[in-house]
């Protein structure tokens, strides 16, 4: 049982390069979401997903894309990066109902430069 | 809308004392309520939860009891050892969404 699996875990990119966060998850969670983790700031939302051809806005989703064409992936893509959206990015999926809880990937360190 | 206020750090313990994580939220109805513990360069584990009012979660020697009254989740351990060095973060879920709100986390720094 893998859980959440992010790739890659390191990523540098030059201002203005596009880029795609992989997430997956085995657990055939309904949610799953993306969060950038900043120093003092905690955890914000950038995007978060309900099911399969449905996805909804967090409180930073600027610069980011996301889809879900399946159960078990949300992909985070970077249109044009910029030297602000350098963070640590987790993908976390949960069940839709109950109390479960997130389970959260390993991260993906990004660097803008 | 709803938030999360956790005691800012880092916390800074000597082997084997009493550990309190204060947190504090505000939210519509009766959320159910988490704690998460970040270690050095990993993401987020779930350490405990409770899902109602008096209810008290525990995991690893941790607890929290969740405290409508006063809107609470305060996190203690009785003895903390040098590998609970981490990130803290409390979280309450909203009922409406599922979504899981979070403060800014909390710095464990616990010194042999």
């Known amino acids: 049982n893998a859980g959440v699996t992010q790739t890659p875990k390191f990523q540098v990119l030059k201002t203005g390069q596009s880029m795609t966060l992989q997430c997956a998850q085995d657990m055939n969670h309904e949610y799953m979401s993306w969060y950038r983790q900043d120093p003092g700031m905690g955890l914000r939302l950038i995007h978060y997903s309900v099911g399969a051809g449905i996805t909804d806005q967090g409180e930073v989703p600027n610069g980011y894309n996301v889809s879900r064409s399946t159960t078990e992936d949300f992909p985070l893509r970077l249109l044009s990066a910029a030297p602000s959206q350098t963070s640590v990015y987790f993908c976390?999926?949960?069940?839709?109902?109950?109390?479960?809880?997130?389970?959260f990937g390993s991260g993906t360190r990004l660097t803008v430069v | 809308g709803n938030s999360v206020t956790q005691m800012e750090g880092p916390v800074t313990l000597s082997e084997e004392a009493f550990l309190t994580i204060n947190c504090t939220y505000t939210?519509?109805?009766?959320?159910?309520l988490f704690w998460y513990v970040q270690y050095p360069g990993e993401g987020l584990q779930l350490l405990l939860k409770a899902t109602k009012a008096d209810d008290k979660g525990s995991n690893k020697g941790f607890e929290a009891t969740y405290r409508k009254e006063t809107t609470s989740f305060h996190l203690e351990k009785g003895s903390v050892q040098v590998s609970d060095s981490a990130v803290y973060f409390c979280?309450?879920?909203?009922?409406?969404?599922?979504?899981?709100?979070f403060g800014q986390g909390t710095t464990l720094q616990v010194k042999p």
């Open positions: 976390a999926s949960s069940r839709l109902t109950g109390d479960y809880g997130y389970t």
């Open positions: 979280a309450p879920q909203e009922g409406n969404t599922g979504k899981l709100i």
């Open positions: 939210a519509t109805g009766y959320p159910s």
